[in-house]
């Protein structure tokens, strides 16, 4: 079984910036694609960045240039670097991480942007 935690969401003004990570944890699992959705309320849950184990990367239009999703694979961690917030970023984000044994979610961590 894989475990994923998640970390590093909060409230921060507009403008500010924000770090989060995804550590995935267990035996036996090797990763794939990891990824970064959201959810904001209302919506339903959006891919906006993931990243393959070679270090290919995709954005979403709405966070290409702000954010930047990247991996350690010695330690199965993905991680966002968030810039440039703006209160349209507020939503839970969640991990997801592609194994050879499964899909798994994270959590989900609460990114609130101020105006």
């Known amino acids: 079984q894989v475990q994923l935690v998640e970390s590093g969401g909060g409230l921060v003004q507009a403008g500010g910036s924000l770090r989060l990570s995804c550590a995935a944890s267990?035996?036996?699992?090797?990763?794939?694609?990891m990824a970064w959705y959201r959810q904001a309320p209302g919506k339903q849950r959006e891919l906006f960045a993931a990243?393959?184990?070679?270090?290919?990367?995709n954005y979403a239009d709405s966070v290409k240039g702000r954010f930047t999703i990247s991996r350690d694979n010695a330690k199965n961690t993905v991680y966002l670097q968030m810039n440039s917030l703006s209160p349209e970023d507020t939503a839970v984000y969640y991990c997801?991480?592609?194994?050879?044994?499964?899909?798994?979610w994270g959590q989900g961590t609460q990114v609130t942007v101020s105006s």
């Open positions: 997801y991480v592609g194994t050879d044994v499964g899909g798994f």
């Open positions: 990243i393959t184990r070679g270090g290919s990367s």
């Open positions: 267990g035996s036996g699992f090797s990763t794939n694609v």
